[in-house]
Nanobody
């Protein structure tokens, strides 16, 4: 099993920055990739970014490309989401998730952290 715990959410003004963190514990050797998702009440959870646990570049939804950066520290078993130039439409609960294979579903999820961007 893999346990994920997010932190770093909060309230920020439009144009500001936040850095989210996600700590992984448990059977992290089985992780292939980790991602960030977000959800607004009444809407589907949506993909934000993903990175392979072995490293490399991240992949992003077009809505955050150029503003958000995903990174990981395999030694510390952490992933991060640096969010710059935040917009009110970025307001959501942000979740980190992990999957075990290239085509596997995300089987592990954190509890989420609230990000609120005021205009």
């Amino acid at each position: 099993q893999v346990r994920l715990v997010e932190s770093g959410g909060g309230l920020v003004q439009a144009g500001g920055s936040l850095r989210l963190s996600c700590a992984a514990s448990g059977s992290t050797f089985s992780i292939y990739a980790m991602g960030w998702f977000r959800q607004v009440p009444g809407k589907e959870r949506e993909f934000v970014a993903v990175i392979n646990w072995s490293g490399g570049s991240g992949y992003y939804d077009d809505s955050v490309k150029g503003r958000f950066t995903i990174s990981r520290d395999a030694v510390q078993r952490m992933i991060y989401l640096q969010m710059n130039s935040l917009k009110p439409e970025d307001t959501a609960v942000y979740f980190c998730a992990a999957r075990r294979g290239t085509n596997a579903a995300y089987g592990y999820w954190g509890q989420g952290t609230q990000v609120t961007v005021s205009s």
